[in-house]
């Protein structure tokens, strides 16, 4: 049973900064497929960021110059790095993870395992 939780999220003032961490863990595949996604109230769910398997980053053109995201030598813990924080960055940040042998980095990915979501919140 393939497991996804996330922490790491919390209340800054703008211009702050937030680190998130994705931890997958159950799967028999020797890496994890992930990604970030939010959903601020009243929105759709929207991807933020993912990385492929041989380390190169896709990150959405709102987050381009203020999110990092990094993810370790097992593949299975991913990272985002929010800095210069926007009250509109105000959002449940999700993760989702699939079991794999590559990652092409992908954010259309239909992610077949998600977390409960970590809550975000950008007071201006």
């Known amino acids: 049973q393939v497991q996804v939780a996330e922490s790491g999220g919390g209340s800054v003032q703008a211009g702050g900064s937030l680190r998130l961490s994705c931890a997958a863990s159950g799967a028999t595949a020797p890496i994890y497929c992930m990604a970030w996604f939010r959903q601020a109230p009243g929105k759709k769910r929207e991807p933020v960021a993912t990385?492929?398997?041989?380390?190169?980053?896709n990150v959405v053109a709102f987050a381009k110059d203020r999110f990092t995201i990094s993810q370790d030598a097992t593949k299975s813990t991913l990272t985002l790095q929010m800095n210069d924080l926007k009250p509109e960055d105000t959002a449940m940040y999700y993760c989702?993870?699939?079991?794999?042998?590559?990652?092409?980095?992908?954010?259309?990915?239909?992610?077949?395992?998600w977390g409960q979501g970590t809550q975000v919140t950008v007071s201006s």
């Open positions: 989702g993870a699939d079991p794999a042998y590559y990652c092409s980095g992908s954010l259309t990915l239909n992610f077949g395992y």
């Open positions: 990385i492929s398997s041989d380390g190169k980053p």
